[in-house]
């Protein structure tokens, strides 16, 4: 019997629920919903339409509710919550870790905001203001405060003992705090070591002190990329004075990591990363309206330039023809630098210190390649129409468009990070004008000096 894919199967327990749905077979779906883990749960609400999800929330067991807001995107996630009254938001929030409460809480009004926080007791409401202080982006506004935190002249059999009491550990534990009595941060006792030293042995003699205390400003993509330099389960997340605020998990930074990924994919078409696939007609209008205004005027400014060569089209007719070639040639190459340089900047494999090369590197990239293209297209012109003039001319324009679109896909995303705008969202729409003017003005210029 073949395997199906993970999607395949998605794709068969989502027509499973929905033809249970149409058929109103509401125990059954509850059932089902009851069987399955909150990330399969989250992933049916995101691939139904709005009215199903409604449905569909109200026979979640309540008690899964939390878990399953912890895996929806932000936009699913706010339908939901809207729908909702705040004591039943409060309700759901009592089971949510810290840092996925805090994101959750950031996108309510501040009438049930309020109402959730003055329903917490005061230690999970300082836990869930402390992250909430810091920025969403940041490693203080991803961390979670269920760290065990351990003192260095205390022994072995006593952190055991101490464990044994507790009955669990918080998820992702791989290492253990050590702290002094003002709970500023002395090093990482790992779990092993733990486990694995006799019982008289004293904390103090097995810290790791070389482990990496993250600051709570740092920005998350940094800490991806530290766990990921490091191969790190979790890190500290330590304060200005030293003391212990909490700490990163590998769950969390995987969350950033496939952010990041999605962010950049809905970007370049100018989209929110978190973009609901069904989202109602209206709304999915008027979000995608504004990329489509902003994409017609740098289109209206191509054509501009196209319409300053208008008599030169009813002299010679395979021009037009012609016209759409050396742009189009320019775009692909440029996307495909504006693609490199984003990535590498995304890695940190690009700042100002490399980007001179970066650029004189792209420069030789872009005129080897336009130079080659346009050896090749010229050829082909000039046995088509028998003139060798028109050859030239676009091989011309084809050297210079490539040559200019391998700058402007270094200079672009480079200048716009100075600038604090997201290269990825704002890059190829600069990128495509530049290559549609550049292309289209070395083309019909060059034409209106040799050819007439």
Known sequence: MPEISEQEYNQQRLLQVNE?????MFVYVRKLLQKLPPFDIALILESSTAKSRSVLWQLIDPDHHGEVLEELSEEVRKGILKSMRPEKVAAVAEGMDVDDLAEVLRTLPDAVYQEVINSMDTQDRSRVEMALAFEEDTAGGIMNTDTITIRPDVSVDVVLRYLRLKGELPEATDSFYVVDRHDRFIGAVSLASIVTSKSEQVVSSLIDADIEAIPPEMDETDVAQLFERHDLISAPVVDSDGRLLGRITIDDVIDIIREEAEHSMMSMAGLDDEADTFAPVVKSTQQRS??????LITALLAVAVTSMFEGLFSQLAILAVLNSLVP??????????????????ALGHVGDSNSRALLYKELAVGFLNGLIW??????VVALWKQDFVLGGVIAFAMLMNLTAAGVAGVTIPLVLK???IDPALAGSVILTTITDVVGIFAFLGTATLLLT
């Open 328 to 345: 189009s040639m320019g775009g692909v190459a440029g996307n495909q630098t504006l693609t490199l340089v984003i990535r590498g900047m």
């Open 374 to 379: 346009a050896i090749l297209i010229a050829s």
């Open 290 to 295: 504004i990329w489509l205004g902003v994409n």
């Open 20 to 24: 249970a749905l149409g058929s109103g």
């Open 418 to 420: 100075k600038m604090n």
